[in-house]
């Protein structure tokens, strides 16, 4: 018996090529799905309608089992887990704003945000989940197979065990898709990341009361519904795998093309399947990313270290919220919480409330026919490793009003007066529904028209698609507004696959 040598073509598998195959079929044959969107809308609706929970808001002296820790004024919970609002110095000498304070959370846990991914007639199909945040401001919407923090899932609260969390626990008797670290929003969380897995399963699945088989087509669909997919959900959808690294052309696999993606016509679509495939090249070579970005990051000089809460400037506190000075940026609030849908009926804890709405945006442009994404090197004071890749918009429009004019972002004014054959993608999506209270975004692609020049300052770049999908592969390079703006990207390269409201 002869065996193939370590490294010969007959030793190798390419499970990432397979992946990156199903996941494209799953995509651009959405109308072979399980069941129809329209069906997933009566679900949902049916759903929704018979989840009777009630969030209240409630002053801090009303939370039970949380407390402001003297003397240092930090808002603790008994149990020492879950998470704590505590403050956070940040100096950066060179910044337009060269030093502040403010409350961050500490949620030093790393959470599970988990899809788990069935084959059902040839097409990969996640299973997703109806679930109730109290910050959401519609209630429910669509989450990961599994969303929970450690305290959640190791049952803290003394509630019911989370579903399907096995899966992603013992995820090696499976098929691995992705598994990654990956931060949250460096402006209100210090240093938290989750763990981001993606795992296919060939065993037998129960579908549970308020689960759902939904294509990756189908998923990409509902994402141009206001509200609808959870910022977990988003975070865990960006890093699908869907770059081929086959040599043989766009998408293939053994030889035959694995999804039937056009790339010869002049639409968004078609750019953007040239923009997956590194076959078509790029812009900027990986080495000169890795050296701009790695030198960005190294050359940083801001620095952030938590304070005591009471001690943090510019903010004051009241009965019912922790506000800063001038009304702007956020408020640390408390909510009361009742519901028959969580681990556990009833509980109360502080929030987050942004003032004002979000902006986050992609500018794109096709250079060379292959679509490329503007990103920018964005610093914010809770990551880990001090900047991160971002949108090339990221802000909170009203904040300005109290800002250095230095502040204010470039190309903001280019993405809110784009015209209206230039905006791709244009939808309003909630952040993280069980820290931030009736906190969203809206979320932007925006196309450059192909004639306009426009030269990279230092701290943006031109990436393909296949680029940043090779990056958020790895911990700590995209931000979470990035990730979601990444899943949004992906949402352009196929069919709807049936009625997305």
């Given amino acids: 018996m002869t065996h193939a040598l370590p490294g010969s073509a007959d030793a190798l598998t390419k499970p990432e090529t397979r992946s990156a195959a199903g996941i494209a079929r799953s995509i651009r044959e959405a109308d072979r799905a399980v069941s129809s969107l329209r069906e997933f809308h009566a679900w949902f609706a049916a759903y929704v309608e018979r989840e009777s929970s009630e969030i209240r808001r409630i002053p801090f002296n009303k939370l039970k089992g949380w407390r402001f820790e003297e003397p240092h004024g930090n808002l603790v919970h008994e149990s020492g887990k879950f998470f704590s609002v505590q403050g956070l110095r940040f100096r950066n000498a060179s910044g337009a704003v060269p030093e502040w304070d403010q409350p961050i959370i500490n949620q030093p846990e790393v959470g599970v945000l988990g899809i788990l991914v069935k084959e059902f007639d040839g097409i990969p199909h996640c299973l997703m989940q109806a679930k109730m945040e109290p910050g959401n401001h519609n209630k429910v919407q669509i989450s990961p197979t599994v969303q929970a923090t450690r305290s959640n899932y190791t049952r803290v609260h003394g509630g019911r065990p989370v579903p399907y969390l096995d899966f992603f626990r013992n995820a090696s008797r499976h098929q691995v898709l992705a598994d990654v670290l990956q931060s949250e929003q460096g402006s209100w969380f210090y240093r938290k990341r989750n763990r981001n897995i993606i795992v296919a399963t060939s065993d037998d699945v129960e579908l549970l009361d308020g689960f759902y088989w939904l294509s990756v087509g189908q998923l990409h669909a509902l994402l141009s519904v206001d509200d609808l997919v959870n910022m977990d959900s988003r975070s865990v959808m960006a890093c699908f795998p869907l770059t081929s690294p086959s040599p043989s052309g766009p998408w293939a696999f053994d030889g035959a093309p ?114 490329h994404v503007l990103v920018r090197v964005g610093s914010e004071p809770g990551f880990m490793d001090a900047v991160e890749l971002a949108p090339t918009v990221q802000c909170t429009p009203e904040n300005y009003a109290v800002l250095p004019s230095e502040a204010a972002p470039p190309f903001l004014d280019e993405v809110l007066h784009a015209p209206a054959d230039a905006v791709h993608f244009d939808t309003v999506l909630s952040e993280e529904g069980g820290r931030f209270f009736h906190t969203r975004s809206r979320y932007l692609i925006v196309e450059l028209r192909a004639e306009r020049e426009l030269v990279e300052p230092d701290d943006f770049r031109w990436l393909t698609v296949h680029q940043l999908s090779d990056l958020v592969q790895h911990s700590n390079y995209l931000n979470i507004q990035a990730r979601t703006l990444l899943a949004c990207l992906h949402s352009l390269l196929g069919p709807a696959g049936g009625e997305c409201t």
């Fill in 258 to 371: 694995a999804a039937p993606w056009p790339v010869e016509d002049a639409s968004i679509g078609s750019a953007l399947a040239r923009s997956l495939d590194p076959g078509y090249g790029a812009l900027h070579s990986p080495g000169s990313v890795r050296n701009w970005f790695t030198g960005a990051r190294g050359g940083f000089t801001g620095e952030a270290h938590l304070v005591d809460l009471g001690s943090v400037r510019n903010w004051q506190r009241s009965e019912d919220r922790i506000s800063h000075d001038r009304g702007v940026f956020f408020d640390v609030m408390a909510v009361d919480v009742r519901t028959g849908s969580r681990e556990v009926a009833s509980w109360t804890q502080p929030m987050i409330e942004a003032r004002g709405q979000g902006v986050a945006a992609f500018l794109v442009q096709r250079i060379g026919g292959v679509l």
